[in-house]
């Protein structure tokens, strides 16, 4: 199996751009696609990008995935920060056996 | 649009069994177009997966939880069934239900993702 590591915080301006990163422990981030979710204070967990880079119906395009098989990481980019987009955010995947992975989760403050 | 809400005891004594279900509305548990999951959250930690239940009738599990989770389809209720036994004050959590993302390549299916999600269900043990 593998773990997938997010930085415990970032923080931004609003307006500005913000990454969170979500890195491989063992095995390529290419292997397996990887979602990327965002919780509200007190809410569900609703998904933001699916299959790497795929944007879910009614998430707004300042939300965008990528890959970078060289630091075996998965990126969230978030740009035009706005107050709502402050959020715990968790990225996921599967491992071989179709075992659910989630990182730990980025908290994301926008000062 | 399909639409996921979970019940169940909100308080599970340690050493019992915990069981909650999670009622789909707007779609057929029994469709081969969805496959079901179960994810939790501990107050204040980040989300953790249990299992999933296949189209096809299988399951599979965390391997951390495998001895003790069961994942079934209640049909004639139209629900996903979730049976933990055995719990402990580390199963204090959030549970929530989902709907499976399905990806499918080369003949091979695979859970990639969840939505929706239930509103999810608060199940406390005591220590």
């Known amino acids: 199996n593998f773990m997938l590591t997010q930085p415990h915080s970032v923080s931004e301006s609003p307006g500005k751009t913000v990454t969170i990163s979500c890195t491989r422990s063992?095995?390529?981030?290419?292997?397996?696609?990887v979602q990327w979710y965002q919780q509200r204070p007190g809410s569900v967990p609703t998904p933001v990008i699916f299959?790497?880079?795929?944007?879910p119906s009614g998430v707004p395009d300042r939300f965008s995935g990528s890959i970078d098989s060289s630091s075996n990481s998965a990126s969230l980019t978030i740009s035009g920060l706005q107050a709502e987009d402050e959020a715990d955010y968790y990225c996921q995947s599967y491992d071989s056996a179709n075992h659910g992975v989630f990182g730990g989760g980025t908290k994301l403050t926008v000062l | 649009q399909v639409q996921l809400q979970e019940s169940g005891p909100g308080l599970v004594k340690p050493s019992e069994t915990l069981s909650l279900s999670c009622t789909v509305s707007?779609?057929?548990?029994?469709?081969?177009?969805?496959?079901w999951s179960w994810i939790r959250q501990p107050p204040g930690k980040g989300l953790e997966w249990i299992g999933n239940f296949y189209f096809s009738g299988s399951t599979n599990y965390n391997p951390s939880l495998k001895s003790r989770v069961t994942i079934s389809l209640v049909t004639s209720k139209n629900q996903i069934s979730l049976k933990l036994t055995s719990v402990t004050a580390a199963d204090t959590a959030v549970y929530y239900c989902?709907?499976?993302?399905?990806?499918?390549?080369?003949?091979?299916?695979?859970?990639?993702?969840?939505?929706?999600w239930g509103q999810g269900t608060l199940v406390t043990v005591p220590s």
């Open positions: 707007g779609g057929s548990v029994r469709s081969n177009s969805y496959d």
């Open positions: 989902a709907r499976a993302q399905r990806y499918c390549e080369s003949g091979s299916c695979f859970v990639v993702g969840f939505d929706p």
């Open positions: 299959e790497h880079n795929r944007r």
């Open positions: 063992s095995g390529g981030i290419a292997s397996n696609y």
